[in-house]
């Protein structure tokens, strides 16, 4: 069993016209998995439409080509030699009497490796801010990119998503709570664990979703609050809240006797 801690900003919208209402979801995602990360040949998403710019491009060109396409950057290279991508926010505040050249500075050189995983290809765009990722060989030949939504549909593919199941959602202290208890908690049960992504941090406390492939949700909700999490999602299953309405409402007939 591969267990890996994936960071994810998914912070692009498919289309330059929709950046402005782009949605930033920052989650630490801790999918639990057998054998899919090296199952998956990512090498046959790598896109070869677009041509890199030369530095020697005019602006001109630049921006026009940004209004035709989705992307939020482009390759750029020197003489066959990739240098890095220029933003499409960037190249719309550039005189368009001036080339790439002039603006050296503001190309940032990012790319992953053909032989890449899927998870560090997700890494990189997270930490890029880019839907478009260029792929360079082992000699940092520039090959193609990958784009973000080929890349999330792979993701979409783990047992976290499509695998039947039931979400829980717990909460405890930051300093307190720890994967391997909640996976011992949840496996104690005869349970098998999908998924975990940490959903929330705020006021030293974290918030844990679970994605839980066997269902037997009121066991285990009992046993994660006998370790001291507070239950925040709700479920049919579990009786607790309804035991201590229960009690509270039997003891509210004893005190008025």
């Known amino acids: 069993m591969l267990m890996f801690t994936l960071s994810l900003v998914i912070n692009r919208t498919f289309g330059v016209a929709k950046i402005q209402r782009q949605i930033t979801t ?17 090498q046959i998403y790598i896109i070869r439409d677009i041509d890199p710019f ?5 602006m001109a060109e ?7 396409l989705t992307y939020s950057h482009i390759p750029v290279t020197r003489e066959g030699v990739f240098l890095g991508c220029v933003s499409e926010t960037d190249a719309h505040c550039f ?4 080339t790439l050249s002039d603006y050296a ?8 490796r053909a032989d890449a995983n899927w998870f560090e290809i ?50 405890k202290g930051s300093r307190d709570y ?25 006021d030293d406390k974290t918030q844990a979703t679970i994605k839980i492939g066997d269902i037997g949700l009121n066991a285990i909700t009992q046993t ?29 007939k004893y005190l008025n006797i």
């Open 26 to 42: 920052v989650c630490t995602i801790l999918i639990i998995f057998t054998k899919y990360l090296k199952a998956v040949d990512t």
């Open 54 to 58: 030369d530095i020697q491009t005019g």
């Open 62 to 68: 630049v921006k026009k080509a940004f209004s035709q």
């Open 95 to 98: 005189d368009v009497t001036k």
């Open 105 to 112: 500075y503001a190309i940032e050189p990012f790319f992953v």
């Open 122 to 171: 997700l890494e990189a765009f997270a930490d890029h801010s880019s839907n478009i990722m260029p792929v360079l060989n082992e000699n940092n030949v520039y090959l193609g990119y990958f784009e973000l939504a080929d890349i999330m549909n792979l993701f979409n593919n783990t047992p976290f998503l499509n695998e039947n199941g039931a979400i829980i959602v717990v909460e």
């Open 178 to 202: 720890s994967f391997s208890e909640i996976c011992q908690i949840v496996e104690s049960n005869n349970a098998k664990i999908l998924g975990i992504f940490i959903s929330e941090i705020a």
């Open 224 to 252: 994660f609050r006998r370790y001291g999490y507070e239950i925040i999602s709700s479920h049919d299953e579990d009786k607790w809240t309804d035991n201590l309405k229960e009690r509270s409402e039997y003891l509210d």
